[in-house]
């Protein structure tokens, strides 16, 4: 058993690490050019140095490493995963890497994940139904997850203090989920979430509009990565509602990705092409200044948390009717920003016409 006094301050400790860290990887940025600069993709007006992810990743594992007795066995290809990880986007902060790379990166890292720690989806356990055992389809559907949250995550980095606010978010709803509600066995995994939360609330005061860093490749897919890593240890005999509850927490970046593909493959693109239609991009478009529009996606991230808390305590029957109300709730909420497009909304010209033919009747 952990002392929970011990991980508090290992956790502030952690914050401050990256509190003092971030102006030396600030500078060590500037001089090996890791710098963003401004073009008709960015909202940024002036260069930024990169490289952030640098300073939490020291300062998370640093913490791991000599202020809690977390297992060797653990944490070791924890680590090494990560590191393959950081040095991919390392190298994409400086050399500006191709999506098919950042992803083989990403890969080695999973596979390291997958044969050395036992962190993997094994089986799925359905209401009413026999458990569905993966078997040799473990290996593709750990690397898919591990390669979709990743990736979602870096997605969603397009604002100051958007990936880093959100993944806060995002990781203190389950570490929440798994101190209160997995067994005794899974403690370190929640202990490991609020270390690395700790680790992202140092690297705010830099990140937040307006941003003096940014995350980079190197932050947003380490962040990314650690998110699914620590989610697949709590799905290791996985339930329907412990599959879906990830799922949830990471509403806003799963969605902004799901629909950016759907909206790539409807105009005929690759899905690697990049486009200003993303959440941060439409809300900014009704009028949102930076600043708000990135409150306002911390709001909604909120909401998905608070949607994610109430699967635990729910019968099945209570969290079907919350995934479905949190569906239809969400496709309302993609077409009236309009991110599959201004003149795709079925769901909204279905509620039209039916508030149309009420009106007759009256």
């Given at each position: 058993m952990y002392d929970m006094f011990r991980v508090l301050l290992t956790c502030i400790a952690a914050a401050l690490f990256t509190l003092f860290l971030t102006p030396v990887i600030k500078k060590l940025a500037v001089r090996v050019k890791a710098v963003d600069n401004p073009n008709e993709r960015r909202i940024n007006k002036r260069p930024v140095p990169t490289l952030g992810g640098l300073a939490i990743f020291t300062s998370f594992f640093f913490s791991i490493f000599f202020l809690l007795p977390i297992p060797?066995?653990?944490?070791?290809?924890?680590?090494?995963?990560?590191?393959?990880?950081?040095?991919?986007?390392?190298?994409?902060?400086?050399?500006?890497?191709?999506?098919?790379?950042?992803?083989?990166?990403?890969?080695i890292a999973s596979l390291i994940i997958y044969y050395s720690s036992g962190i993997k989806l094994d089986m799925l356990n359905l209401p009413y139904l026999d458990p569905i055992y993966f078997g040799g389809f473990s290996l593709p559907l750990t690397i898919f997850w591990i390669l979709a949250i990743t990736n979602a995550v870096n997605l969603?980095?397009?604002?100051?203090?958007?990936?880093?606010?959100?993944?806060?978010?995002?990781?203190?709803?389950?570490?929440?989920?798994?101190?209160?509600?997995?067994t005794v066995d899974s403690i370190v995994v929640p202990i490991m979430i609020f270390v690395l939360v700790g680790s992202l609330a140092g690297f705010m005061p830099y990140n937040f509009f307006p941003a003096s860093i940014f995350l980079g490749d190197t932050g947003a897919l380490f962040i990314g990565f650690m998110i699914s890593i620590l989610s697949l240890q709590g799905l290791k005999n996985a339930t329907?509602?412990?599959?879906?509850?990830?799922?949830?927490?990471?509403?806003?970046?799963?969605?902004?990705?799901?629909?950016?593909?759907?909206?790539?493959?409807?105009?005929?693109?690759?899905?690697?092409?990049?486009?200003?239609?993303?959440?941060?991009?439409?809300?900014?478009?009704?009028?949102?200044?930076?600043?708000?529009?990135?409150?306002?996606?911390?709001?909604?991230?909120?909401?998905?948390?608070?949607?994610?808390?109430?699967?635990?305590?729910?019968?099945?029957?209570?969290?079907?009717l919350l995934t479905i109300g949190l569906l239809l709730g969400l496709e309302l909420f993609v077409e009236i920003i309009g991110l599959t497009g201004p003149d795709r909304q079925p769901l909204l010209k279905r509620l039209k016409i039916f508030a149309k033919k009420l009106n007759r009747k009256r």
């Open positions: 060797n066995e653990e944490i070791w290809p924890v680590f090494a995963a990560s590191l393959v990880v950081i040095l991919t986007g390392i190298i994409d902060d400086i050399k500006e890497l191709t999506p098919k790379w950042k992803t083989v990166g990403v890969v969603i980095d397009g604002l100051d203090g958007l990936a880093t606010g959100v993944s806060i978010i995002a990781l203190l709803t389950m570490g929440t989920i798994g101190y209160f509600f997995l329907l509602i412990t599959f879906i509850i990830p799922i949830v927490i990471l509403g806003i970046p799963i969605t902004d990705t799901l629909y950016a593909i759907i909206r790539r493959k409807m105009n005929k693109q690759p899905i690697a092409t990049a486009d200003k239609l993303h959440i941060h991009h439409r809300l900014m478009s009704f009028g949102l200044t930076h600043r708000q529009t990135v409150l306002a996606i911390y709001c909604l991230a909120a909401i998905f948390s608070v949607i994610a808390l109430l699967y635990p305590i729910s019968t099945f029957w209570g969290s079907l």
